[in-house]
């Protein structure tokens, strides 16, 4: 019951960029299309379920003065290994993620895991926790580059969906369609939520 | 010293940091609801981004690249952005009580706000950048960072008095407005290369 | 005091962990990162100035060595991509570089054994757009397939065969001179080769 509670938060209760408005940069920088949402959504669980799993092993040497030093230092690491990992094996990926790689260290949504989280329960939760979130978090980007890539090239996953004789709005790549597209996926998920209680 | 301009225009207006490169939207969305924490928040990035990208300038070129440890940059920069900022309360704190009132309370936040990792990455990996133009670099992404932030927080303090849907209120109507902001932006393009 | 001797001890052994583990992936990785980077800087440029019909991968088998020195006198190392053919090479693919109007050229160029351009491509530069960028287009470098170090190899100004590009004369001869920089290093590098 526990762990799947924890886990299936992360889902829709506190699904990361939508509902707890952290972690936009990359959310709105990366989504142009589809596939490049979900290879930082897979990024970014990799480094917060490693993060969890090793902040809530050492919760009780850790002193809490320097916590969040250590934290920083644990999540950086597993940043590192990620960045050297694409860059040989998912190179064009790497490329296209460029400088948003290096800075998942400064997702909020992750120190925030580790800090509200991790450091107060065991492994087994605090996995089910990333995990969930993760996903959550991946869901979410994959949902927004599609329906920008969607708008934006007619496309998705690369497929084209909506025929030739569809227009592209070319803005909908650009940094205005991002906020406009985060922005509507928000009042919609308000509009279903009161809808529901 | 028309380079000079030339890198300040770029970095303010043309690849504003928030609205065309996508960093530091954290904050950008987040303390965009009151003025006088909106200047509070853009001086202090401003003046950490600044001093971070000077500081990870020397470590890369004095300490990762002659000891081939490039890889460890991530780590590296994100240890002396935390401590930096650290040092730079405590100074305050003691020196500069005045201005620690009006800073303090942001000065944790920006550790983990991206514009300043982002911007020290992007001045420190520009090949074509001597210190000083990184220097400007940086100065200038931080003054762009405060004039996005100041102008969203002037709309939505409006936004926050008129009749919007329900649905609308707070967040999406926040970022509908940056979107708009973005799209004005979009207007500089093209001014400088 | 006990609070601050474990506050250090701690974060020590959590920055050597680290350090140690990272040090681990970083060599584990390296060769197919080198590879990666390889096979999409310079992969496309190696595949098209090589003639068709090679049957291995040229940056699996590239071929290092030192020729020569920088101003500094350090020696500098020299990447070649050999084509082969039933086990034999039939071509080489290495770069060079030399200034144009703004900045470096850098072109890929393709020779085979006889020392004649099989092709030549422009990897990076830093040309005005429009004007000097169009040395990128086939039709200019097209023109050097066939050449060898001779002087045909020069502009049609200076009494070669190579049409410039109207305008950008400087960036034009930036790329000859890169191609044939090339071509002198090529019974160098011919012999080291084999």
């Known amino acids: 019951m526990g762990v799947a509670k924890e886990f299936t938060k992360g889902l829709w209760k506190e699904v990361p960029p939508f509902r707890l408005v952290l972690g936009l940069c990359p959310t709105l920088a990366v989504t142009t299309a589809a596939e490049n949402g979900l290879g930082m959504g897979l990024a970014t669980t990799f480094v917060l379920v490693c993060s969890n799993f090793i902040v809530s092993l050492l919760r009780s040497i850790i002193p809490s003065k320097v916590r969040i030093a250590a934290y920083i230092v644990v999540i950086a690491s597993f940043v590192v290994i990620v960045e050297l990992t694409m860059q040989a094996y998912f190179y064009p990926l790497y490329k296209v993620l460029g400088i948003f790689i290096p800075l998942i260290v400064v997702n909020c949504i992750i120190l925030g895991r580790a800090e509200a989280f991790a450091s107060k329960n065991g492994p087994v939760l605090s996995i089910a926790d990333g995990l969930g979130m993760g996903l959550g978090f991946t869901l979410s980007l994959t949902f927004l580059g599609a329906l920008r890539e969607l708008l934006g090239s007619g496309t998705i996953f690369k ?26 996926i928000l009042a919609t998920m308000n509009l279903i939520s009161t809808r529901k209680s | 010293m028309s380079e000079y301009w030339l890198l300040i225009v770029s ?26 924490t909106a200047t509070g928040m853009g001086m202090a990035v401003i003046f950490v981004t600044t001093l971070a990208t000077a500081i990870t300038w020397f470590v890369r070129k004095s300490l990762l690249e002659p000891m081939g440890l490039e890889y460890l940059q991530t780590i590296a920069f994100i240890l002396v952005i935390a401590t930096l900022v650290q040092l730079v309360e405590m100074f305050l704190q003691k020196s500069i009580p005045a201005l620690y009132r009006a800073l303090g309370i942001f000065l944790p936040l920006i550790t983990t706000n991206c514009a300043v990792l982002g911007t020290a990455v992007l001045a420190v990996e520009n090949e074509d950048f001597n210190f000083m133009e990184g220097l400007v670099f940086a100065f200038a992404s931080g003054v762009g960072f405060s004039l996005a932030l100041v102008l969203l927080t002037g709309i939505r303090e409006r936004c926050a008095v008129a009749p919007i849907p329900k649905h609308l209120q707070g967040m999406p109507v926040g970022l509908a407005t940056a979107g708009l902001l973005a799209l004005a932006f979009l207007g500089f393009i093209g001014m400088v290369h | 005091m006990r609070d601050l001797v474990k506050m250090v001890v701690v974060l020590t052994v959590i920055c050597s962990a680290s350090g140690l583990v990272l040090s681990y992936v970083n060599e584990a990785t390296k060769e ?17 100035v090589l003639p068709e019909g090679y049957e291995n991968d040229p940056i699996t088998d590239k071929i290092v060595f030192k020729m020569g020195t920088d101003e500094k006198g350090h020696p500098v190392e020299k990447t070649i991509f050999p084509a082969k053919k039933g086990g034999k090479i039939v071509a080489l693919a290495y770069d060079s570089a030399a200034p144009g109007y703004h900045g470096n050229i850098a072109v890929m160029i393709g020779v085979d054994l006889e020392g004649k351009l099989t092709g030549v491509s422009i990897m990076t530069h830093t040309e005005t757009p429009g004007l000097g960028a169009r040395v990128e287009e086939p039709q200019f470098t097209q023109q050097f397939a066939g050449l060898t170090l001779s002087e045909e190899l020069n502009l049609s100004t200076r009494g070669g065969r190579i049409d410039g590009i109207s305008g950008a004369t400087l960036s034009s001869n930036g790329v000859v001179n890169a191609v044939r920089q090339a071509l002198e290093q090529f019974p160098k590098i011919k012999e080291e080769v084999l």
């Open chain 3, 32 to 48: 197919p990162r080198e590879y990666q980077l390889l096979k999409y800087v310079k992969g496309p440029s190696i595949k098209a």
């Open chain 2, 11 to 36: 970095a303010v207006f043309v690849n504003n940091i928030v609205l065309a490169r996508y960093l530091g939207n954290c904050p950008f969305l987040g303390v965009s609801t009151r003025m006088d």
């Open chain 1, 159 to 184: 497929h084209a969906v909506l025929g030739p004789s569809f227009e592209p709005f070319a803005i909908m790549l650009k940094p205005p369609g991002a906020f406009i597209c985060l922005g509507l």
